[in-house]
């Protein structure tokens, strides 16, 4: 039986790596900068080639080396958008980091990604951070959809959090 396969970037403990199996999806990469939640995911996921290393430091040739994966999973760090944080949004240095996930998808442009994020993104920066975020996903080929969900199904707090999920136009049918 064939898998499809899934890349993880801000990988933290693994949470969006056991959605992706749960999926049905195999791993076939990680990347998470901070130690303490590297320790956790190599225990959780041995087999799953942990890159440990800021994001921002990968050059466009090593993430061309990385395994070809059918989906991009991630989100990029919160306090930025979030409404407990200081609401820099995409110009904080959190929040830039969104851009390395788009960076990711340009350079591997995988059939697909899903990316997470807090619900509050949709209001930061008055709303027009989530219209930059629409708009540099569009630059690098890709549609899709959003919604906001809440997670308390699977943990034991209300946590809504926005799911963009987006297919490369290469991959749309012109019949729909």
């Not at 994966?69 to 958008?81: A, E, K, L, R, Y």
């Not at 851009?99 to 995988?110: A, S, W």
């Not at 899709?144 to 963009?164: A, D």
């Amino acid at each position: 039986m064939c898998k499809l396969t899934a890349g993880i970037l801000f990988a933290g403990g693994g949470g969006d790596t056991e959605g992706a199996i749960a999926a049905g999806y195999k791993p076939q990469w990680a990347i998470e900068n901070n130690p303490y939640a590297a320790a956790v995911y190599r225990k959780r996921f041995p087999s799953v080639q942990l890159i440990e290393q800021d994001i921002t430091t990968l050059t466009n040739e090593f993430i061309r080396s990385l395994y070809s994966v059918d989906i991009i999973i991630g989100g990029s760090p919160c306090p930025d958008f979030s409404l407990a944080g200081k609401r820099t949004g995409i110009e904080g240095t959190r929040g830039q980091l969104f851009f390395e996930f788009v960076r990711f998808l340009e350079i591997l442009q995988p059939p697909a990604f899903l990316w997470e994020q807090v619900s509050a993104v949709l209001s930061s920066g008055e709303g027009l951070d989530y219209i930059k975020i629409i708009d540099a996903l569009l630059q690098v080929g890709y549609l899709g959809t959003w919604q906001v969900r809440n997670g308390n199904r699977h943990v034991p707090q209300n946590r809504e959090r926005l799911f963009c999920v987006g297919i490369h136009r290469r991959y749309q049918s012109d019949s729909a």
